[in-house]
């Protein structure tokens, strides 16, 4: 079964930087796509960006040119770092891990605030 910890998330001040990580136990991570979600208050969750086993990197518009996702399979870990945050950002980040019909895996979340 896999397990997905995420962490990084905190408050800050609009413009200013913060780099989550989501950790992996079980199965082969190097096997998995890999998501990172977020769901403000009132909002469904929607995808922020993904990369898939290829590292092909996808972002939604919003985010595209100040957030990069990344993994290191030799950590089993996803990385989102954001920057130019601005408190529309402000949710609950979920990392996702999904392997074909086999693997749908979710964290507990990470809460981002950007507020001055």
């Known amino acids: 079964q896999v397990q997905l910890v995420e962490s990084g998330g905190g408050l800050v001040q609009p413009g200013g930087s913060l780099r989550l990580s989501c950790a992996a136990s079980?199965?082969?991570?190097?096997?998995?796509?890999m998501g990172w979600y977020r769901q403000a208050p009132g909002k469904q969750r929607e995808l922020v960006a993904a990369i898939t086993h290829g590292e092909k990197k996808t972002y939604t518009d919003s985010v595209e040119g100040r957030f990069t996702i990344s993994r290191d399979n030799a950590k089993n870990t996803v990385y989102l770092q954001m920057n130019s945050l601005k408190p529309e950002d402000t949710a609950v980040y979920y990392c996702n891990a999904k392997f074909l019909q086999t693997v749908d895996a979710w964290g507990q979340g990470t809460l981002v605030t950007v507020s001055s």
């Open positions: 079980g199965g082969i991570f190097s096997f998995y796509d």
